[in-house]
């Protein structure tokens, strides 16, 4: 399964925009790029997944290039709420084969400051 | 709608004891994976089943233990704790084998003394 980098943390202030980018060299022509939210002992929570392009949805977009070597959320207007930590994943796309695995790295933990 | 649930929240054990971690999936959803996220990093997968089979197995020891009932709840085992079993382990279910989101639960944080 493809390998993610992200970095470690990174700081916002409210009502910014944030963009975080996960790498991700190995991706293989299969795989999907999914990124799960988690606040301090809490399971993650499902955010956003695409294949290519641009997906958007009710909160956060996700940019792919045409190379799908790297991938970018974009969360609009982060408010104190959204800090957490985030996580970026690479792996099975649909189909009946896949076992469900996901693989998570260490993320990026988000601070959003007043 | 019920999320998932997960039973009990926390527990504490002794080194050399066994655990049993319940997992009541969404209504509906017929698969369900186990990971262990240690503080400080993200999730691992210990085990994936569907429809009571498994699908898929981490990089755990076989210490480690899981089944899947005819109700789609699932309970994790772990024998012979150790001090590094110490974690918040998480139940994750989903609708079918193929691609689509999957629901985490709450977890079962477990301190091994």
């Known amino acids: 399964l493809a390998k993610t980098t992200q970095p470690i943390s990174m700081d916002s202030y409210e009502g910014q925009e944030v963009n975080i980018t996960c790498s991700h060299n190995n991706i293989a022509t299969n795989d999907y790029i999914t990124w799960y939210q988690q606040f301090p002992s809490q399971g993650p929570r499902f955010i956003i997944q695409?294949?290519?392009t641009k997906v958007t949805n009710e909160v956060a977009s996700l940019f792919i290039p045409a190379d799908r070597k790297s991938s970018t959320l974009s969360l609009p207007r982060v408010s104190l709420s959204d800090t957490a930590v985030y996580y970026c994943l690479v792996g099975e796309g649909p189909g009946s084969g896949n076992t469900g695995k996901l693989i998570f790295g260490q993320g990026t933990t988000l601070q959003v400051k007043p | 709608d019920a999320g998932v649930t997960q039973s009990p929240t926390h527990l504490i054990k002794t080194r050399g004891q066994q655990v049993t971690l319940r997992c009541s999936p969404i209504s509906g959803h017929k698969s369900v994976s186990w990971y262990q996220q240690v503080l400080g990093q993200g999730p691992q997968f210990i085990f994936q089943?569907?429809?009571?089979?498994?699908?898929g197995r981490g990089n755990f020891p076989d210490r480690f233990s899981a089944r899947q009932f005819p109700n789609y709840s699932s309970e994790l085992n772990v024998n012979a704790l150790l001090l590094g079993d110490s974690a918040l382990y998480l139940c994750?279910?989903?609708?079918?084998?193929?691609?689509?989101?999957?629901?985490f639960g709450p977890g079962t944080r477990l301190t091994v003394l």
């Open positions: 994750a279910t989903r609708e079918g084998a193929s691609y689509n989101e999957q629901f």
């Open positions: 089943y569907y429809e009571k089979e498994e699908r």
């Open positions: 695409g294949y290519k």
